[in-house]
C-alpha cells in the first residue's frame, strides 16, 4: 500500500518562529490533507490540498503532485500551535485514507 | 462545513464488558464512514470502513467479532467494543466525507478516550 513519510518527526520552536513540515507520499493521490491534533486529541482540518497551494492566515500549504510530496508552512508560530500535525492522503486506488505518522511540534513561549 | 460528532468524549468501563461509541453526521448524509485507532503518542490506524446497509470492512488485524460496527442508517455509525480488556484502551476516532462539499475532504469525530480497568 501507499507510504506516507513525514518529517521532522519532533519539532521544538521559539515563538515567532518559522517553521516547514514535510509530507513525501509513495503513489499517486487523489485527496491529501493537513491536520492538527490539539493536546485534548481533536483533528482540526487544515487544509485540503491535493495539488497547488493554499494560504490561511499564518498557515500555507502546497503540494506538488506529480513529486509526491507536500509542504505545510508556519509562520510567526504561537504556543497555541503546539500539538501534533498529521499529513493523510487517499490513494487514487480505492477510498481509505492514510496518515503518516506526524510531526510533535512544540512552541516555546 | 460538515460536521461530525462523536460520543461519549471519553469512557471508563470495567474488562469484560462493553461499550458503545457513536459517530454522527450532523449535516449531511454520510454512506460511508471510517474509523480510526490512536495509541498514545502514535498515528491514526484505519480499523475498519462503515457502509450504510451492509456490512462493515475491516483492516487486516482487527477482529470484527470484537469491534461490532453498524451503520444502519445515512448519519449514524457505531462502533461496539466488546468484551473490553486493557488493551483496548486506545483514542477511537472516527471520520465521514461530505459527498456534496466541493473539497471532498474528511471531516473528523473529535474521538472518544476508551480506558479499561
Given at each position: 500500500g501507499?507510504?506516507?513519510?513525514q518529517?521532522?518527526?519532533?519539532l521544538i520552536l ?6 516547514t513540515?514535510r ?7 487523489n485527496?491529501l490533507?493537513w491536520?492538527?491534533?490539539n493536546?485534548?486529541?481533536?483533528l482540526?482540518?487544515l487544509?485540503?490540498?491535493?495539488s497547488g ?6 498557515l500555507?500549504?502546497t503540494?506538488?503532485?506529480t ?19 498529521f ?6 486506488e480505492?477510498?481509505k485514507t492514510i496518515f ?6 512544540f512552541?516555546?513561549a | ?6 460520543h461519549?468524549?471519553w469512557v ?8 458503545k ?6 449535516d ?8 480510526y485507532r490512536?495509541f498514545?503518542k502514535?498515528s ?25 460496527i453498524n451503520h444502519?442508517s445515512l448519519t ?5 467494543v466488546?468484551?473490553a ?6 483514542f ?7 459527498l ?7 471531516t ?7 480506558t479499561v480497568?
Amino acid at each position: 500500500g501507499i507510504q506516507v513519510e513525514q518529517s521532522p518527526p519532533d519539532l521544538i520552536l521559539q515563538e515567532g518562529a518559522n517553521s516547514t513540515l514535510r509530507c513525501n507520499f509513495s503513489d499517486s493521490v487523489n485527496n491529501l490533507q493537513w491536520f492538527h491534533q490539539n493536546p485534548w486529541g481533536q483533528l482540526i482540518n487544515l487544509f485540503y490540498i491535493p495539488s497547488g497551494t493554499k494560504q490561511n492566515g499564518r498557515l500555507s500549504a502546497t503540494t506538488v503532485a506529480t513529486e509526491r510530496y507536500s509542504l505545510l508552512y508556519i509562520s510567526s508560530s504561537q504556543t497555541t500551535d503546539s500539538g501534533v500535525y498529521f499529513c493523510a492522503v487517499r490513494p487514487q486506488e480505492g477510498f481509505k485514507t492514510i496518515f503518516g505518522a506526524g510531526t510533535r511540534l512544540f512552541v516555546k513561549a | 462545513g460538515a460536521v461530525v460528532s462523536q460520543h461519549p468524549s471519553w469512557v471508563i468501563c470495567k474488562s469484560g464488558t462493553s461499550v458503545k461509541i457513536e459517530c454522527r453526521s450532523l449535516d449531511f448524509q454520510a454512506t460511508t464512514m471510517f474509523w480510526y485507532r490512536q495509541f498514545p503518542k502514535q498515528s491514526l490506524m484505519l480499523m475498519a470502513t462503515s457502509n450504510e446497509g451492509s456490512k462493515a470492512t475491516y483492516e487486516q488485524g482487527v477482529e470484527k467479532d470484537k469491534f461490532l460496527i453498524n451503520h444502519a442508517s445515512l448519519t449514524l455509525s457505531t462502533l461496539t467494543v466488546t468484551s473490553a480488556h486493557p488493551e483496548d484502551s486506545s483514542f477511537y476516532i472516527c471520520s465521514a466525507r461530505d459527498l456534496g462539499s466541493s473539497t471532498y475532504g474528511y471531516t473528523f469525530g473529535s474521538g472518544t478516550r476508551l480506558t479499561v480497568v
